[in-house]
C-alpha cells in the first residue's frame, strides 16, 4: 500500500473533472439525430469501446440506454455477434433485434428514423498480418447486413492505425492494402494512427479516442448534407487539438498546497519521556490501578462471572471446598465473610486453584477461537488508537518487552484482605488480565499496531518526497495559482484545529489514505471552494482565453496520419465547445470571432474543453 | 559443553522408551554403546519442535554425571551415558512425557551431537507418556452416636476423600477435581500431602481428572470404613 503525491494528483484531477460529467448538467445540446451503432472489431478495441461507452453517455446522457454497442468477434472464420450492455454483460441478442430496438420509435427519441448509423472501431495493434484488415472488413459487411436494414445503413470504419516503433512495419503494410483497395466499394474509413504528422506518438491512444468520440458526436446531426458527406465512401483522417481547463496543473498545485499546510499542522513529538512516568503510561496502556484491562473485565463480567455464585448460593457453593480443620462454628458464621486470603489457607490452596482453573478455562477457549481472541485485540486495538499518535506506537512497539514488564504485577491485589464476596470477581478479573498468554496477544497488538504506524510515517516521508518528482506547474499556467491558492490558504487557516485532531487519529497507511480523500471532500464542499473548482478555464481570467484561442487557431494542429505531402484544404473543421451565446464573457463568445464561418460550432455543453476537428480526404496513392 | 541437534541417522538410534512403574525407572533399546539424552517434558508435550533451543539452553552445563536437570519449568533432561546403564535409568515421576534421543559425545571437541529420533512408530516409540496413577477412596464420614445400651453410626454431614496413593513430583493442583452438582472443586497438592479431606455435604463427590496426566486406578485393598473424629 503506497501513496505518492502523483496519485493524490490523480485523485484530486478525477474530482475536478467529476465536476465536468452530466449530473452538473453540462450535457451537449445537439443531440444523436439518426440511430446509431457502434461496433466493436475484435478484442483489440475492447478499450476504445469503453471510452465512447463513456465519452458519449457523458456526452448525450439521456441516450445513454439507446446507442446499440456491439462486439464483433471470430470463431475461426465465423463471425459472432453479440451486444455489449451498459454494465459490461454481453447478450447473445441477435444484431437484426438489435437493430430493430433501434428503430422502435415508441422507447428511442431520435430525430430521424430514415437512416441508421454504424460506426466500426477497428484497432491494428495485434494484427498478424494486413490481410486481417480485409478479414475485419467482411467483418463489418456480415454485421451491415445482419442488421436487415442495408439499404437505410450508413458505415463508417474508424481505424485506429497502430504505428508506433514496434507496429512500423506492420502500419506500413496496412497502408499498402488501403491504397490498393477500391475505396468505392468499402465503407468510409477514418484512418487515425497514433502516430502524427509531427513524429509525436499516442501511445495509449487517449487522444485517438477523443478524435473518435469528437467524430461520431458532430457526425450523427441534423444537418443532412453534412452527415451525408461524412458518410461518402473514402480514406479520410483528421487534425485535431484540445484545449481544456489544466485539470492536472490545478490538481497539482492543489495538492502542493494540501500538503505544506498538513505537513505544518503535524505535531511535533517527543516520545523519549514515555517510559519515564511508568504509571502515566500504563494507564494510557489501558491499565487499571487494579492491574486490570477495562474490556477483559466486562468480559468477566458477562462470561465467567458465573462460575461464582451470588448471595447465599455463594455460602452454600463455599462450603463445599474442604477445610482444613473444620468446627461448627466456621460453618455456622458466614464463609462468603471469610477473606480471601484466609479461606485459601483453610482450603488447602484450592479457592485460588479454583478462579485459576476458571480463568484458565476461559482463556484457552478465547484463545483458540480465532474470533475470541480477535476481538479481545480489536477492542484493545481501539483502545490505543484513542490514545497514542503513530509515533508514540512505533516508538512502543519497539519496546515490547518493556511493556510486558510493565504490565506483570507478581503481587496478589490488596483486596485479597477483604471478603470473598467483595475479592472473588475482583480477583478473577486480576488473574485475566495477567495471564501471560493475554499479555502476549496485548503485547502482539502494540508490535502489529506499531509495525503499521512505522509504515504509515514512511509513507508520509515518501509522499512529501515524492512531491519532487511532479512536473513544474507550466509556466503558462502559472496565473491560475493565486486564483486557487487563496481559498485553499484560507480553508487550511479556518479548519486547522480540527484537521490537527484528524492528523493524530492517523495510525496507518489505510487512515492516512482515508484522510486525504476526506479532507478532499470538504475542499470540495467547501463554499469557497466548490465553485472555483467548478469554474469554466475562461474564468480563472482573461489570460486563459487568450492562450486557449492561439492553441485552437494554431497552423500546426497535428494531424493523426503522417503522411509526405500536404493535404490541403480540411472537408469539414469543427469546433467543439459549450455554445453560450448569452454570456458575453464565454469562450465561446471569445473564441468564434477568430474562425472563418465555414467553421461548425458544435455545443458539447461542457465549458471545460474546447477541441478543433479538421476533417481531411486521403488519396489513396498518399497512403504509400 | 556445546550441543548440537541434528537429523537422525540409522546408525544411532535409542527407541522403544517405556515406563517401569514397579521401579519407576525408564527402559529404553539402543545401539551397542549408545549415549542417550531424556527429555522429560509436561504431559502430553513433545520437545522435538524445540530441540535446536533445548540445545543452546543445555550449552555449558556438563549433564554427564547429574540426575534429571531442570532447564526450565516443567521441562528437565538427563544424559545417559552407554557405560551408566545402556538400557534403563531411574526416572523422574509421573504425570509427564519422557522423550529419548540417541547422542554422541566427543570429549575432544567438547560437542555432544544429538540426533533425531526415527519417524514414531507404533510398536517402538522413542516418546513415553506416564500417566500418574492415584488411588483414592470417596466415602460417607459416620460418627458413632451413643444411647445408654447401644451405640449407633449416623452420617456426620462430611464426606471424605482418602488418598491413598502419593501424588508424586509432577503432580499439578488441579489435575483431579471433584464434582458436586454443578460444580467442580479442584484438589490440590496439599491435599494430597494431608492423606485426607472432609467436604461438608450429604452428596457424594465424584473424582474426576482434568487431564490425562493423571489415571485414577482402584485402591490396592478396601480400606475399614471411616470412624471420623471430625463429625460434629
Same mark, same amino acid.
Given at each position: 500500500m503506497t501513496l505518492n503525491a502523483s496519485d493524490l494528483v490523480q485523485q484530486f484531477e478525477n474530482r475536478l473533472r467529476e465536476l465536468d460529467d452530466p449530473v452538473s448538467g !453540462? =450535457? =451537449?445540446?445537439?443531440? #444523436?439525430?439518426? #440511430? +446509431?451503432?457502434v461496433a466493436r472489431l475484435g478484442p483489440s478495441a475492447n478499450n476504445a469501446c469503453l471510452f465512447l461507452r463513456r465519452e458519449l453517455s457523458r456526452l448525450w446522457p439521456q441516450y445513454r440506454d439507446e446507442i446499440a454497442f456491439v462486439s464483433a468477434d471470430l470463431n475461426g472464420q465465423i463471425p459472432e455477434f453479440s451486444r455489449m450492455a451498459s454494465n459490461g454483460d454481453v447478450?447473445? %441478442?441477435s444484431v437484426s433485434r438489435i437493430a430493430a430496438k433501434l428503430f422502435d420509435a415508441n422507447n428511442t427519441h431520435f430525430f430521424s428514423y430514415q437512416k441508421l448509423l454504424i460506426y466500426y472501431v477497428l484497432n491494428t495493434s495485434d494484427f498478424q498480418s494486413? @490481410? &486481417?484488415? !480485409? /478479414?475485419? $472488413? *467482411?467483418?463489418a459487411g456480415s454485421l451491415k447486413v445482419a442488421t436487415k436494414s442495408s439499404d437505410t445503413v450508413m458505415d463508417m470504419l474508424i481505424l485506429l492505425l497502430n504505428e508506433d516503433n514496434e507496429h512500423t512495419e506492420m502500419g506500413a503494410q496496412i497502408r499498402e492494402t488501403l491504397a490498393h483497395m477500391d475505396s468505392d466499394a468499402l465503407p468510409k474509413i477514418l484512418i487515425l494512427s497514433n502516430r502524427r504528422n509531427d513524429n509525436g506518438i499516442d501511445l495509449d491512444w487517449r487522444t485517438c479516442h477523443c478524435i473518435a468520440a469528437a467524430t461520431i458526436a458532430v457526425s450523427n446531426q441534423e444537418n443532412s448534407t453534412v452527415v451525408t458527406d461524412f458518410f461518402r465512401p473514402g480514406f479520410f483522417t483528421v487534425s485535431y487539438v484540445r484545449a481544456e481547463k489544466p485539470f492536472a496543473a490545478i490538481s497539482q498545485l492543489c495538492v502542493n498546497t494540501m500538503l505544506e499546510h498538513i505537513s505544518n499542522l503535524m505535531p511535533e513529538e517527543s516520545v523519549g519521556n514515555l517510559f519515564q512516568e511508568p504509571e502515566r503510561l500504563s494507564q494510557r496502556l489501558g491499565l487499571s490501578p487494579d492491574a486490570t484491562f477495562s474490556f477483559l473485565d466486562e468480559y468477566v463480567e458477562n462470561s465467567?462471572? =458465573?462460575f461464582i455464585p451470588d448471595g447465599e448460593a455463594l455460602n452454600e457453593f463455599l462450603s463445599l471446598f474442604p477445610i482444613r480443620e473444620p468446627s461448627p462454628e466456621l460453618y455456622a %458464621?458466614?464463609?462468603? %465473610? /471469610? *477473606? =480471601?486470603? !484466609?479461606?485459601? @489457607? +483453610?482450603?488447602?490452596?484450592?479457592? &485460588?486453584?479454583y478462579l485459576e482453573t476458571i480463568v484458565k478455562k476461559a482463556r484457552d477457549a478465547a484463545l483458540h477461537d480465532a474470533k475470541g481472541i480477535s476481538d479481545w485485540r480489536r477492542q484493545y486495538g481501539d483502545l490505543l488508537r484513542q490514545e497514542f499518535t503513530a509515533v508514540e506506537l512505533e516508538y512502543l512497539s519497539e519496546r515490547v518487552a518493556k511493556i510486558r514488564r510493565n504490565f506483570m504485577r507478581p503481587s496478589r491485589p490488596l483486596t485479597a484482605e477483604k471478603p470473598i464476596r467483595i475479592d472473588a470477581k475482583k480477583r478473577l478479573c486480576f488473574l485475566l488480565s495477567q495471564d501471560e498468554h493475554v499479555i502476549d496477544s496485548l503485547c502482539d497488538e502494540i508490535k502489529t499496531l506499531g509495525e503499521q504506524a512505522r509504515i504509515c510515517l514512511q509513507t508520509w516521508d515518501a509522499l512529501l518526497k515524492s512531491q519532487k518528482n511532479l512536473h513544474l506547474i507550466q509556466e503558462e499556467d502559472q496565473n491560475f495559482i493565486s486564483y486557487y491558492k487563496k481559498p485553499l490558504t484560507e480553508y487550511f487557516f479556518r479548519n486547522a484545529e480540527n484537521l490537527r485532531m484528524e492528523i493524530r487519529k492517523i495510525l496507518d497507511v489505510r487512515s492516512l489514505k482515508l484522510f486525504f480523500q476526506? /479532507? +478532499?471532500?470538504? $475542499?470540495?464542499a467547501y463554499e469557497n471552494l466548490g465553485h472555483v473548482f467548478s469554474n469554466s478555464f475562461g474564468d480563472v481570467g482573461a489570460v486563459q482565453d487568450e492562450q486557449t484561442r492561439r492553441k485552437l487557431n494554431s497552423p500546426d494542429i497535428p494531424l493523426y496520419l503522417s503522411l509526405n505531402f500536404s493535404l490541403g484544404a480540411p472537408v469539414y473543421s469543427f469546433l467543439l465547445l459549450k455554445v453560450d451565446n448569452s454570456d458575453h464573457k464565454s469562450l465561446y463568445h471569445n473564441l468564434k470571432s477568430y474562425f472563418s464561418s465555414e467553421t461548425f460550432f458544435y455545443d458539447t455543453g461542457s465549458d471545460s474543453a474546447a477541441e478543433v476537428l479538421n476533417i481531411f480526404r486521403v488519396n489513396p496513392d498518399q497512403l504509400l | 559443553m556445546k550441543y548440537l541437534y541434528r537429523i537422525g541417522e540409522p546408525a544411532y538410534y535409542a527407541t522403544n522408551l517405556t515406563w517401569d512403574s514397579s521401579r519407576g525407572s525408564l527402559e529404553w533399546r539402543s545401539g551397542r554403546g549408545q549415549d542417550v539424552l531424556i527429555v522429560q517434558t509436561a504431559f502430553g508435550v513433545n520437545p522435538i519442535a524445540e530441540m535446536d533451543a533445548i540445545c543452546k539452553e543445555m550449552e555449558g552445563i556438563d549433564l554427564r554425571f547429574s540426575a534429571f536437570y531442570p532447564l526450565r519449568p516443567k521441562l528437565s533432561v538427563r544424559f545417559v551415558n552407554a557405560k551408566q546403564g545402556a538400557t534403563g535409568c531411574p526416572g523422574n515421576g509421573e504425570a509427564?512425557?519422557?522423550t529419548i534421543f540417541p547422542c554422541v559425545a566427543n570429549e575432544e571437541t567438547d560437542e555432544c551431537v544429538i540426533y533425531a529420533p526415527a519417524q514414531e512408530q507404533?510398536?517402538?516409540s522413542p516418546v513415553c507418556h506416564v500417566p500418574l496413577r492415584v488411588a483414592l477412596e470417596v466415602s460417607q464420614d459416620m460418627w458413632i452416636q451413643k444411647f445408654l445400651w447401644h451405640t449407633r453410626e449416623i452420617p456426620s454431614g462430611f464426606y471424605c476423600i482418602r488418598f491413598i496413593t502419593p501424588c508424586g513430583e509432577n503432580y499439578q493442583d488441579g489435575f483431579l477435581e471433584y464434582k458436586i452438582g454443578d460444580y467442580l472443586i479442584p484438589i490440590t497438592r496439599k491435599m494430597f500431602e494431608s492423606h485426607a479431606i472432609y467436604i461438608h455435604t450429604d452428596i457424594k463427590p465424584v473424582v474426576i481428572p482434568r487431564t490425562n496426566a493423571v489415571t485414577l486406578i482402584e485402591p490396592p485393598r478396601k480400606p475399614p470404613a471411616t470412624r471420623s473424629k471430625r463429625g460434629f
Amino acid at each position: 500500500m503506497t501513496l505518492n503525491a502523483s496519485d493524490l494528483v490523480q485523485q484530486f484531477e478525477n474530482r475536478l473533472r467529476e465536476l465536468d460529467d452530466p449530473v452538473s448538467g !453540462r =450535457a =451537449a445540446k445537439g443531440k #444523436p439525430f439518426f #440511430p +446509431m451503432m457502434v461496433a466493436r472489431l475484435g478484442p483489440s478495441a475492447n478499450n476504445a469501446c469503453l471510452f465512447l461507452r463513456r465519452e458519449l453517455s457523458r456526452l448525450w446522457p439521456q441516450y445513454r440506454d439507446e446507442i446499440a454497442f456491439v462486439s464483433a468477434d471470430l470463431n475461426g472464420q465465423i463471425p459472432e455477434f453479440s451486444r455489449m450492455a451498459s454494465n459490461g454483460d454481453v447478450s447473445d %441478442e441477435s444484431v437484426s433485434r438489435i437493430a430493430a430496438k433501434l428503430f422502435d420509435a415508441n422507447n428511442t427519441h431520435f430525430f430521424s428514423y430514415q437512416k441508421l448509423l454504424i460506426y466500426y472501431v477497428l484497432n491494428t495493434s495485434d494484427f498478424q498480418s494486413a @490481410d &486481417d484488415l !480485409r /478479414t475485419w $472488413l *467482411s467483418v463489418a459487411g456480415s454485421l451491415k447486413v445482419a442488421t436487415k436494414s442495408s439499404d437505410t445503413v450508413m458505415d463508417m470504419l474508424i481505424l485506429l492505425l497502430n504505428e508506433d516503433n514496434e507496429h512500423t512495419e506492420m502500419g506500413a503494410q496496412i497502408r499498402e492494402t488501403l491504397a490498393h483497395m477500391d475505396s468505392d466499394a468499402l465503407p468510409k474509413i477514418l484512418i487515425l494512427s497514433n502516430r502524427r504528422n509531427d513524429n509525436g506518438i499516442d501511445l495509449d491512444w487517449r487522444t485517438c479516442h477523443c478524435i473518435a468520440a469528437a467524430t461520431i458526436a458532430v457526425s450523427n446531426q441534423e444537418n443532412s448534407t453534412v452527415v451525408t458527406d461524412f458518410f461518402r465512401p473514402g480514406f479520410f483522417t483528421v487534425s485535431y487539438v484540445r484545449a481544456e481547463k489544466p485539470f492536472a496543473a490545478i490538481s497539482q498545485l492543489c495538492v502542493n498546497t494540501m500538503l505544506e499546510h498538513i505537513s505544518n499542522l503535524m505535531p511535533e513529538e517527543s516520545v523519549g519521556n514515555l517510559f519515564q512516568e511508568p504509571e502515566r503510561l500504563s494507564q494510557r496502556l489501558g491499565l487499571s490501578p487494579d492491574a486490570t484491562f477495562s474490556f477483559l473485565d466486562e468480559y468477566v463480567e458477562n462470561s465467567i462471572n =458465573a462460575f461464582i455464585p451470588d448471595g447465599e448460593a455463594l455460602n452454600e457453593f463455599l462450603s463445599l471446598f474442604p477445610i482444613r480443620e473444620p468446627s461448627p462454628e466456621l460453618y455456622a %458464621e458466614l464463609l462468603s %465473610e /471469610t *477473606s =480471601a486470603k !484466609r479461606f485459601n @489457607d +483453610m482450603t488447602f490452596g484450592a479457592w &485460588d486453584c479454583y478462579l485459576e482453573t476458571i480463568v484458565k478455562k476461559a482463556r484457552d477457549a478465547a484463545l483458540h477461537d480465532a474470533k475470541g481472541i480477535s476481538d479481545w485485540r480489536r477492542q484493545y486495538g481501539d483502545l490505543l488508537r484513542q490514545e497514542f499518535t503513530a509515533v508514540e506506537l512505533e516508538y512502543l512497539s519497539e519496546r515490547v518487552a518493556k511493556i510486558r514488564r510493565n504490565f506483570m504485577r507478581p503481587s496478589r491485589p490488596l483486596t485479597a484482605e477483604k471478603p470473598i464476596r467483595i475479592d472473588a470477581k475482583k480477583r478473577l478479573c486480576f488473574l485475566l488480565s495477567q495471564d501471560e498468554h493475554v499479555i502476549d496477544s496485548l503485547c502482539d497488538e502494540i508490535k502489529t499496531l506499531g509495525e503499521q504506524a512505522r509504515i504509515c510515517l514512511q509513507t508520509w516521508d515518501a509522499l512529501l518526497k515524492s512531491q519532487k518528482n511532479l512536473h513544474l506547474i507550466q509556466e503558462e499556467d502559472q496565473n491560475f495559482i493565486s486564483y486557487y491558492k487563496k481559498p485553499l490558504t484560507e480553508y487550511f487557516f479556518r479548519n486547522a484545529e480540527n484537521l490537527r485532531m484528524e492528523i493524530r487519529k492517523i495510525l496507518d497507511v489505510r487512515s492516512l489514505k482515508l484522510f486525504f480523500q476526506r /479532507t +478532499m471532500d470538504h $475542499l470540495f464542499a467547501y463554499e469557497n471552494l466548490g465553485h472555483v473548482f467548478s469554474n469554466s478555464f475562461g474564468d480563472v481570467g482573461a489570460v486563459q482565453d487568450e492562450q486557449t484561442r492561439r492553441k485552437l487557431n494554431s497552423p500546426d494542429i497535428p494531424l493523426y496520419l503522417s503522411l509526405n505531402f500536404s493535404l490541403g484544404a480540411p472537408v469539414y473543421s469543427f469546433l467543439l465547445l459549450k455554445v453560450d451565446n448569452s454570456d458575453h464573457k464565454s469562450l465561446y463568445h471569445n473564441l468564434k470571432s477568430y474562425f472563418s464561418s465555414e467553421t461548425f460550432f458544435y455545443d458539447t455543453g461542457s465549458d471545460s474543453a474546447a477541441e478543433v476537428l479538421n476533417i481531411f480526404r486521403v488519396n489513396p496513392d498518399q497512403l504509400l | 559443553m556445546k550441543y548440537l541437534y541434528r537429523i537422525g541417522e540409522p546408525a544411532y538410534y535409542a527407541t522403544n522408551l517405556t515406563w517401569d512403574s514397579s521401579r519407576g525407572s525408564l527402559e529404553w533399546r539402543s545401539g551397542r554403546g549408545q549415549d542417550v539424552l531424556i527429555v522429560q517434558t509436561a504431559f502430553g508435550v513433545n520437545p522435538i519442535a524445540e530441540m535446536d533451543a533445548i540445545c543452546k539452553e543445555m550449552e555449558g552445563i556438563d549433564l554427564r554425571f547429574s540426575a534429571f536437570y531442570p532447564l526450565r519449568p516443567k521441562l528437565s533432561v538427563r544424559f545417559v551415558n552407554a557405560k551408566q546403564g545402556a538400557t534403563g535409568c531411574p526416572g523422574n515421576g509421573e504425570a509427564c512425557t519422557y522423550t529419548i534421543f540417541p547422542c554422541v559425545a566427543n570429549e575432544e571437541t567438547d560437542e555432544c551431537v544429538i540426533y533425531a529420533p526415527a519417524q514414531e512408530q507404533r510398536v517402538s516409540s522413542p516418546v513415553c507418556h506416564v500417566p500418574l496413577r492415584v488411588a483414592l477412596e470417596v466415602s460417607q464420614d459416620m460418627w458413632i452416636q451413643k444411647f445408654l445400651w447401644h451405640t449407633r453410626e449416623i452420617p456426620s454431614g462430611f464426606y471424605c476423600i482418602r488418598f491413598i496413593t502419593p501424588c508424586g513430583e509432577n503432580y499439578q493442583d488441579g489435575f483431579l477435581e471433584y464434582k458436586i452438582g454443578d460444580y467442580l472443586i479442584p484438589i490440590t497438592r496439599k491435599m494430597f500431602e494431608s492423606h485426607a479431606i472432609y467436604i461438608h455435604t450429604d452428596i457424594k463427590p465424584v473424582v474426576i481428572p482434568r487431564t490425562n496426566a493423571v489415571t485414577l486406578i482402584e485402591p490396592p485393598r478396601k480400606p475399614p470404613a471411616t470412624r471420623s473424629k471430625r463429625g460434629f
